[in-house]
């Protein structure tokens, strides 16, 4: 598709558009993106300072609770840096590749934003109260204040708002051009915020019985059942921010490198895949829990690993790619390719990062599915080295490598040779201090150091000595890390207001058979009917044994 | 669809890999019966203290060399928190919560379980080297969570 640079001759309206972005939608796409690397850097800060408390280097002072720096921490990082990254991202390519936000699809995206905002805003604040010290999982009966679970609300009822501007644009432009596959990148939106609009259902359930029962109208709660709801959405949340990066690598890696996508139809059968097998999966985080039964566990520990399927897949088609371009660039012999990869460039080297992390990353998701192995490792900081690894690797790394290119795209700003390199150092400062961070915790984990706890010496034991040597190498990777990350908050601020004027392309590469893509992959009902027979198989047995079985509930606790 | 060889070659691999996963833990599950402890008992979290066993919680002996532990967990503090043992007995925990959930670890052995309040969860483990064991709750409870511990000297 070619790009009209005439705003007139635009299929939608006459929208004002320079050097080929759509001024409207870019500023909600800034305007998103702004939030995001807000949230990174206060999320950033609270990690810094349970790293050095964890370790021992720096307790907190006594006004400030370790575990409400972490409640923080997990909201701010797991959930507004990567949602308001996400829909920045995906409504500027929707933007690009299918010509221009619809106004009514503008519209619900900034509807989407100020309840997202107010939403966070909320959230944060009874945080920051102390009245919220749940942590992001905010487990029952541990009770919040009630604003805490009405931002929550707000945040997914903005979600839902940039989910329905998604379908409706996608429909638009199928409308528009009928027998034609739509733009990959329009396609992986579509798989993304299905998934992600069907995962935040079940949290929604769950918020909502919450509310009046936090405030005392509800007198008990169901455990088994909110922690089952809540799972359902955790397991399939962290594989948004992976599917969000594999759109990136599909699409946009192959042509900042020069070369092309390595198959059209493999990339939307990876699309389909991910969409249909990735709810299945939420008991996986159940598996040493008591009333749910071996088989049930067992189900879901291995459905989840379906995952690692499409994951392979795609592992073949990037490697693919890569052996092109570093052949066609000279390299000779079995592996003289990968050294004439443009690893200099920080738009390649970062989402490389973000994928070489998944190779350990996807292994240790694996471990930890694995049924039995989970229970040596199960609530230890192993978990938590883990999802450093896969979300704050390979999911965030490659949303800063994404950054270098989409803010001057979206400002009308050029990527300097000198904000290169300074990219290039964020993304190894952060890498190297999240070697260290997670290497530790994934060794601590394996010895028993429990995740989610302030530093302790628990009466002076032996076993909890042998793991400080492991809190200390963290904490040095705390701080690290925290300098890779204001680096890379550094180098948005620049993107977005000093950088030199000029035009900067969102890279969209092509296939070779795009042109013969099938019909039937477009077919979203068809794909949301089968994961919703998917979803019916792994937890309606489960969802009905935890309701006709239940305990008398309990009430709301405030224990912190 | 048509795929390329080497793709078939490496797609076929890594899943007959995933599969020999799949059934060496359902091996290790049905046949050996090395299952993660999915204990299916309820009880009223609000009457924890009222309702046996957990009414009188601590060491039970039950056979020859063979123990029950009913253990109560609770913001912050395991009930027994001073656990002895002999070498080599076989123990049951019998745990539940009194309030919000927990986690039951002991430190350097496979015994690792949730408690949630409402249900009753049971592990066992056969304690075979002497020495002293460190127990901790590993799921964050509430403000004085790092202080959750008790200890199992096994003799
Ligand atoms: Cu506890």
Redesign the interface.
């Given at each position: 598709m070619e790009l009209v640079l005439n705003p007139t001759t635009s299929t939608q309206q006459a929208v004002k558009k320079v050097l080929g972005v759509k001024l409207q939608d870019a500023k909600l796409s800034l305007s998103y993106l702004s939030v995001s690397f807000a949230a990174l850097f206060v999320g950033g800060i609270m990690g810094l300072l349970q790293g050095l408390d964890r370790s021992g280097i720096m307790p907190l002072p006594a006004w400030l609770s370790y575990y409400q720096v972490l409640t923080a921490h997990g909201i701010l990082m797991l959930l507004v840096f990567t949602s308001t990254f996400v829909v920045g991202y995906i409504y500027a390519g929707m933007s690009y590749t299918l010509d221009g936000l619809l106004p009514k699809v503008r519209r619900l995206g900034w509807i989407g934003f100020g309840l997202m905002v107010a939403g966070v805003v909320m959230v944060m604040t009874t945080v920051a109260m102390g009245d919220a010290s749940v942590l992001y999982t905010f487990y029952p009966p541990l009770a919040a204040s009630p604003y805490f679970y009405i931002g929550l609300v707000l945040v997914v009822l903005g979600l839902w708002s940039c989910s329905a501007g998604v379908f409706i644009n996608y429909r638009y432009w199928r409308k528009l051009h009928r027998g034609q596959p739509t733009p990959l990148f329009a396609y992986f939106a579509m798989g993304i915020f299905v998934l992600w609009f069907f995962a935040s259902i079940p949290v929604a359930v769950e918020v909502l019985t919450l509310i009046p029962w936090s405030m005392g109208i509800l007198p008990t709660i169901n455990v088994m059942f909110s922690r089952m709801l809540f799972w359902t959405f955790g397991h399939t949340v962290v594989n948004v921010w992976y599917f969000v990066a594999v759109s990136a690598w599909y699409v946009a890696v192959p042509k900042i490198i020069g070369g092309k996508i390595f198959s059209d139809k493999l990339a939307r059968v990876v699309v389909i895949l991910l969409v249909v097998l990735n709810l299945p999966g939420g008991f996986h985080h159940m598996i040493i829990d008591p009333a749910l039964s071996n088989g049930v566990k067992y189900l879901h520990a291995y459905m989840s690993m379906a995952v690692a399927f499409p994951s392979l897949m795609t592992v073949f088609a990037m490697f693919a790619v890569f052996e092109r371009v570093g052949r066609k660039n000279g390299g000779k012999g079995l592996f003289g390719w990968f050294k004439k990869l443009p690893w200099g460039d920080v738009r390649f080297l970062a989402p490389m990062i973000g994928m070489i992390s998944f190779i350990p990353g996807g292994a240790g998701g694996i471990i930890n599915t694995s049924f039995q192995l989970d229970q040596v490792v199960h609530n230890t900081l192993w978990v938590v080295g883990h999802f450093h690894l896969t979300v704050a690797m390979t999911a965030a790394v490659t949303f800063i490598g994404i950054c270098y290119w989409l803010i001057p795209h979206l400002t009308g700003r050029v990527l300097t040779p000198k904000m290169n390199k300074a990219g290039v150092a964020a993304t190894l400062i952060w890498t190297f201090g999240m070697i260290l961070l997670s290497g530790s915790q994934h060794l601590a984990g394996l010895s028993g150091d429990p995740r989610r706890t302030a530093y302790t010496t628990y009466n002076g034991s032996e076993v909890a000595a042998s793991w400080d040597p492991y809190e200390l190498v963290m904490g040095i990777g705390a701080v690290i890390l925290l300098i890779g990350l204001l680096l890379q908050v550094y180098n948005v601020f620049h993107l977005m207001f000093r950088a030199p004027k000029g035009n900067t392309e969102f890279p969209v590469a092509h296939a070779d058979d795009e042109k013969s893509t099938p019909m039937w992959m477009e077919r979203w009902g068809l794909w949301i009917v089968i994961m919703l027979l998917v979803i019916g198989m792994a937890y309606a047995v489960p969802a009905v044994d935890f309701i006709v079985n239940a305990p008398p509930g309990s009430p709301p606790i405030r224990t912190w | 669809?048509r795929?390329?060889r080497?793709?078939e070659i490496?797609?076929t691999v890594?899943?007959a890999f995933?599969v020999l996963?799949?059934l060496i833990?359902?091996y290790?599950?049905v046949q050996l019966a090395?299952?993660?402890?999915?204990?299916?008992?309820?009880?009223?979290?609000?009457k924890v203290g009222q309702t046996a066993p957990f009414d009188n919680p601590g060491v039970k002996k039950i056979g020859e060399n063979e123990y029950e532990v009913v253990m109560t967990l609770e913001?912050?503090m395991f009930t027994p928190g001073d656990i002895e043992i002999p070498a080599g007995a076989k123990v049951t925990f019998k745990l539940t919560s009194k309030?919000?959930?927990h986690?039951f670890?002991v430190?350097?052995t496979?015994i690792?379980?949730?408690?949630?309040?409402?249900?009753?969860?049971?592990i066992t483990q056969t304690f075979d080297k002497p020495g002293?064991y460190?127990v901790?709750?590993?799921?964050?409870?509430?403000?004085?969570?790092?202080?959750m511990?008790a200890a199992i000297t096994v003799k």
């Open positions: - | 669809m795929m390329h080497s793709e490496w797609l890594t899943t995933l996963f799949l833990g359902g290790l599950t090395m299952s993660p402890p999915s204990h299916r008992e309820t009880i009223d979290p609000q913001a912050f309030d919000v959930v986690g670890e430190a350097k496979n690792n379980a949730m408690v949630m309040p409402g249900q009753i969860q049971q002293k460190l901790l709750c590993n799921e964050y409870c509430g403000g004085g969570h790092q202080f511990s």
